[in-house]
């Protein structure tokens, strides 16, 4: 019989249980016990769930409060010293390393005021982890048992785990040295790192544990020499230690070949490898596993929501037990479930005909368990039968295909993609159409949201509010934004945003082709879920989409208003792809409904258009080669084909945040004007790339995720700064990212200093 395995299982329960729990915990409203008796519960749930649907192997330790990797830095006491100081339980001074803490002093407790480790992208997903950090003085012991404790939890219940966890070679690679200890590789800490699993893999199997599932999802980057030389002596080290639970080492998230010598003759019991983003690498790993290991094929897709199509599937895994035997093959999702939705049955708003090509995390169980069953020869015939009808409706369904928009984007041509003139003409035309000053100054897009918005978005939602009454309020909120940046005397205006829950959704829900849940969440990071829209067919634009919100907002006043648009790549990454085609496809196909609005407004009078960006560095393939730097290639090209349908007197900005971005990647664009998130980065060799490119980049000089105000004095020293290796003429002026997070009176007064600065260096030019 070939086994079923599961990776692991979102955490956040059906309902988000654990953000409601945790957030109340964090505001002070319930007590600790409360939140533990959450996560017991969720993780009881899940194993259940996974038990009735007939899985074999089922994960434990893949519950966490906050994020896997910061759980092993606490067991394992990667805890810097600024944590360890207050006395804090332990559970706190996990949530201090990963969202900070402040805390006025009380009678009983002094004053706390820490701030959060390094929170960075999971591989090319959009869950964050937060980066263990090795500073001096670090002491490796064990802190607690969790793993073992959640191992017996299960087995209470009468369910045998897998417990995972993240391998010692993953969990250094992805972590820094801290600031006092800059010279530390913390690969080099694996020697004192390997007793402390080894003390943990002996209680599990002392608990019980069989096996245990490592995760090395580093095997599927560019690894250095010396750190494929840390998984070979990590693994040779377990193979010498008696009475571990048998190791099945797990990569994902791309192929493994190029780090294949590292596994070769390792004393594992197994490997697992990503078929679904990676199916290419079979022949090769089949080749470099040993003779009696197994084979763990991920073939049902832990990173998006389709169906899976049981009978290509079957016939996949079926070529794997041609090799190696029944008993030496797992059928198993690709990765953890984590980064898909918990359950489409809570989904009632979802048309039924797309329902039926979508699964999440809970029909993904059902998932691997039938394809195991149908390669050991059971009967499934009936459910195989009814999949095929939904995959061959799916691609066959109306929803999916439109003609018109694949030819127009057959007819895609370098003329599309490239401005009429090159940026020095552009901007010899433009400076007249604005005569802006030197140093001008603007903001990113969004203002403060109010409760009040959401209140009114929701009632509009509900019918509450009728049209006109809705349009009413945002234009009346439209008004307030335009007047404060009038007052505060900001150079190009923006309209604020208020009618936008979420950049992508907006205008994935004006777009013919994407489809939307109501609790289809996924955890980002902490407790942030995000619910990504899906891509269900060809996208096409059936109308404008913004271009009312930002001509009134430019009627009411003399200055420029910037139009405010999320570019392809952003819509792309941040929603739910198709599988049926490639990415680029569905880039090209947002690109040219952006196109037409950037067209349209531009047609309205609308002279500044922004095309936001953030997500591109996301989407960069995780290894260096030709498929890298094909994104590099269409990924720009998307971007210019959204933005140059329009003359060379309108002005088009992008912007950038959350990542280190290649400056190249930046000139790709041509955007006119680009503003990216600086003010922590500071890095006058990363602006002085810029030096030779001609047009102009705008540089964040606050951090909008901080509700701290700089002084006036700090944005000059902080300009000042910059100009020694930036130059004055193509300078912007604004903050990291969008306001909507922050308030209205710490805006003010940041913008207010911001600009007092920018107008101190005029007098200086
Ligand atoms: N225009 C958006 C805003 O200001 C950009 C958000 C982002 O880059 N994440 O909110
Ligand atoms: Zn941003």
Redesign the pocket.
């Known amino acids: 019989m070939v086994q079923s395995a599961v990776l692991g299982f979102p955490r956040i329960g059906p309902n988000r249980e654990l953000k409601k729990a945790t957030e109340a915990y964090w505001n002070g409203k319930t007590s600790v016990e409360d939140l533990l008796k959450v996560g017991k519960e969720i993780r009881e749930q899940n194993w259940k769930l996974q038990k009735e649907a007939g899985v074999d192997i089922i994960a434990s330790n893949d519950f966490s409060f906050y994020d896997q990797v910061l759980d092993l830095s606490v067991l394992f006491n990667v805890i810097p010293e600024r944590y360890t100081k207050y006395q804090l339980a332990q559970l706190d001074v996990l949530f201090a390393m990963g969202r900070g803490l402040q805390r006025k002093a009380t009678d009983s407790e002094p004053a706390v005021d820490v701030t959060a480790l390094e929170m960075v992208k999971w591989f090319d997903s959009n869950y964050h982890y937060v980066r263990p950090t090795f500073g001096k003085n670090l002491t490796f012991k064990l802190n607690g048992q969790k793993p073992v404790d959640e191992f017996l939890e299960a087995k209470a219940l009468g369910i045998q785990t897998r417990p995972v966890l993240v391998g010692p070679v993953s969990y250094l690679y992805l972590g820094k040295a801290d600031k006092d200890n800059l010279e530390l590789d913390p690969i080099s800490l694996l020697d004192q790192l390997l007793p402390l699993y080894t003390e943990i893999l002996t209680k599990l199997a002392a608990a019980g544990a069989t096996e245990v599932q490592l995760d090395e999802p580093t095997l599927v980057l560019d690894l250095p020499a010396n750190v494929q030389a840390a998984i070979k002596k990590a693994y040779t080290y377990f193979g010498q230690q008696a009475n571990l639970p048998k190791i099945t080492i797990a990569s994902y998230f791309g192929t493994a070949v190029p780090n294949l010598d590292a596994l070769k003759g390792l004393p594992v019991s197994g490997f697992h490898f990503d078929f679904v983003r990676a199916p290419e690498q079979f022949n090769d790993v089949v080749a470099a596993i040993g003779p009696n290991q197994t084979l763990s094929v991920g073939i049902v897709d832990g990173r998006n929501i389709w169906k899976n199509n049981f009978a290509k599937s079957s016939d996949f895994v079926q070529q794997a037990i041609a090799k190696l035997g029944a008993d030496r093959v797992v059928v198993a999702t690709s990765s953890s479930l984590l980064h898909t939705p918990v359950d489409l049955a809570n989904e009632s708003k979802l048309d039924a005909e797309l329902k039926n090509y979508f699964s999440f995390a809970t029909q993904k169980l059902g998932e691997v368990v039938t394809i195991a069953k149908n390669v050991s020869g059971q009967d499934v015939s009936a459910t195989l039968k009814s999949n095929a009808t939904d995959i061959a409706a799916r691609s066959n369904s109306s929803f999916i295909n439109d003609q018109a928009v694949k030819d127009r984007v057959a007819s895609i041509d370098a003329k599309m993609s490239t401005r009429a003139a090159p940026f020095p003409q552009r901007l010899a035309e433009q400076q007249p159409v604005f005569n802006l000053p030197l140093f001008p100054t603007t903001?990113?897009?969004?203002f403060p949201q109010t409760k009040d918005i959401r209140i009114n978005r929701n009632k509009f939602n509900k019918g509450q509010l009728s049209a006109e009454e809705y349009e009413k309020f945002i234009n009346s909120e439209i008004e307030r934004v335009i007047r404060f940046q009038e007052e505060i005397d900001l150079d190009v205006l923006?309209h604020g945003?208020p009618e936008?829950n979420d950049?992508v959704q907006y205008f994935g829900e004006q777009l013919k082709g994407y489809a939307f849940t109501t609790n289809g969440w996924v955890q980002s990071y902490g407790s942030r879920y995000v619910r990504p829209p899906i891509i269900v067919g060809d996208l096409s634009r059936p109308k404008a989409m913004s271009v009312k919100e930002s001509v009134y907002a430019q009627s009411i006043t003399k200055k420029h208003v910037k139009g405010?648009l999320?570019g392809p790549i952003?819509c792309l990454r941040w929603s739910f792809p198709r599988d049926d085609i490639d990415q680029q496809t569905q880039a090209y196909q947002l690109a040219l409904a952006l196109r037409d609005e950037v067209n349209d407004l531009e047609a309205a009078g609308i002279k500044i258009i922004?095309v936001?960006e953030?997500a591109i560095r996301e989407g960069l393939p995780l290894r260096a080669g030709a498929e890298r730097s094909a994104y590099q290639v269409w990924a720009a090209e998307a971007f210019r084909v959204a933005t140059s349908g329009v003359s060379n007197k309108t002005q088009i900005h992008s912007?950038?945040?959350?990542s280190d971005l290649d400056p190249n990647h930046i000139k790709a664009l041509d955007a006119d004007v680009v503003s990216i998130e600086f003010s922590k980065k500071d890095d006058a060799n990363y602006i002085a790339e810029f030096k030779d490119y001609p047009n102009h980049i705008g540089l964040g000089l606050f951090d909008i995720h901080s509700p701290r105000i700089p002084s006036t004095e700090e944005f000059i020293s902080k300009i000042e700064t910059i100009l020694k290796t930036y130059p004055a003429e193509k300078f912007w002026v604004n903050p990291d990212?969008?306001?909507?997070t922050r308030g209205w009176e710490e805006t003010r007064l940041s913008l207010t200093h911001m600009v007092e600065a920018a107008k101190y260096f005029r007098k200086q030019y």
Do not use: A, N, W
Not at 443 to 446: H, K, L, P, V
Not at 655 to 658: L, N, P
Not at 737 to 740: F, T
């Open positions: 903001t990113i897009g969004s923006v945003e936008r950049m405010m999320t952003t922004q936001d953030p912007h950038f945040c959350y990212c969008g306001l909507k």
